[in-house]
């Protein structure tokens, strides 16, 4: 049977290999295309260390001449969920087989999209299949935002529609680092120490025009919903997706006005923070240890957030 010619094209491209290391991690990334090491690089530090066979993350991308995909990619991104591993795919522009059990990543793109939209292509082929792996490994996923200042991260956590991606992008346009809008992974070890699943910043229409940031955005579809993306990879470095924590803040009425803490009582705290859980909280750990680590400890709900003003200059006092 004759072989298509791009399988071809690939057989004879010689793959090159690049170790790295994500907090607390380890992966050894094949590609043969420099084009996705220079992604890996906004991602995560390079590493001169030699891992151990088998304790490593696994990557390997295969590069394949192909078309550019049609406006917002992502619509047509499917996940496939089984027992022991997960693929995503995009028509035949993508695809990537996560293996839960060998802690390894099977991709194929073709050199059409990575050109097209590589901050796209950082989030489908590296950035989403390790974070999965990473929750299985010595990460828990938290439904939850945070946004960085000198002193460190501030969780934002609440039930979808309580206002995070709004108030994440407000304190963005104020000059806060972002570490995430929606999901964010938390050391079970340690868990003062944060890192960035997928680092992402979405909004809806209505709060693009709200925070002003009409042409500073663009077309995204995230969750069933046409959104606005602020894209935080095309200016990447791996020191902006880690952070110590330095607050934890639980979003509670967004009106009336204006932004305000509340103190909770130990319970308080642990029943409101169970109102942001979602089931992908529960495949690679458990949000209630969290909650027990972060109890009492630099955390507060946050009321009245539709004051967007005095919401940010709340987040910048604890955060600076």
């Known amino acids: 049977m004759k072989m298509p010619a791009w399988v071809l094209a690939v057989a004879s491209c010689s793959m090159t290999t690049g170790l790295f290391a994500p907090p607390g991690d380890a992966i050894r990334l094949e590609a043969n295309d420099e084009r996705v090491f220079r992604l890996a690089e906004k991602l995560w530090d390079r590493s001169r260390a030699e891992f151990r066979p088998g304790s490593e993350i696994e990557l390997r991308v295969a590069v394949r001449p ?55 292509a950082a989030r489908a082929l590296l950035e ?68 960035a699943t997928v680092r992402d910043l979405t909004v809806l229409p209505d709060a693009e025009r709200l925070l002003g940031l009409e042409g500073a955005t663009e077309d995204a579809f995230v969750g069933g919903e046409a959104k606005r993306r602020i894209d935080l990879t095309r200016d ?21 006005g204006p932004a305000r ?14 109102e942001g859980e979602i089931p992908q909280e529960h495949l690679g750990g458990d949000p209630g240890a969290v909650a027990e680590a972060w109890a009492g400890r630099e955390s507060w709900r946050l009321d009245g957030a539709i004051d967007l003003e005095g919401a940010v200059s709340i987040l910048g006092r604890l955060a600076a």
């Open 66 to 120: 192909g078309p550019a995909p049609g406006p917002v990619p992502e619509r047509d991104l499917v996940w496939e969920h089984g027992e022991k591993g997960y693929v995503a795919s995009i028509l035949d522009l993508l695809v990537a087989r996560i293996d839960l059990g060998r802690a390894r990543v099977d991709a194929e793109v073709t050199d059409g999209l990575l050109d097209a939209v590589p901050s796209f």
């Open 236 to 256: 990447s470095t791996p020191g902006m997706r880690v952070a110590r924590r330095a607050a934890t803040l639980l979003l509670g009425a967004r009106s009336p």
């Open 261 to 274: 803490l509340v103190a909770l009582g130990r319970e308080e705290f642990l029943e409101a923070f169970r």
């Open 128 to 195: 989403a299949p390790t974070a999965v792996l990473l929750c299985h490994r010595g990460f828990a996923a938290l439904h939850a935002g945070a946004v960085v200042g000198p002193r460190g991260a501030v969780v934002l956590r609440g039930a979808a529609g309580a206002g995070k991606s709004t108030l994440v992008a407000a304190a963005w346009r104020a000059g806060f680092g972002v570490l995430a809008d929606e999901s964010l992974l938390v050391s079970r070890d340690d868990a003062g120490q944060l890192a």
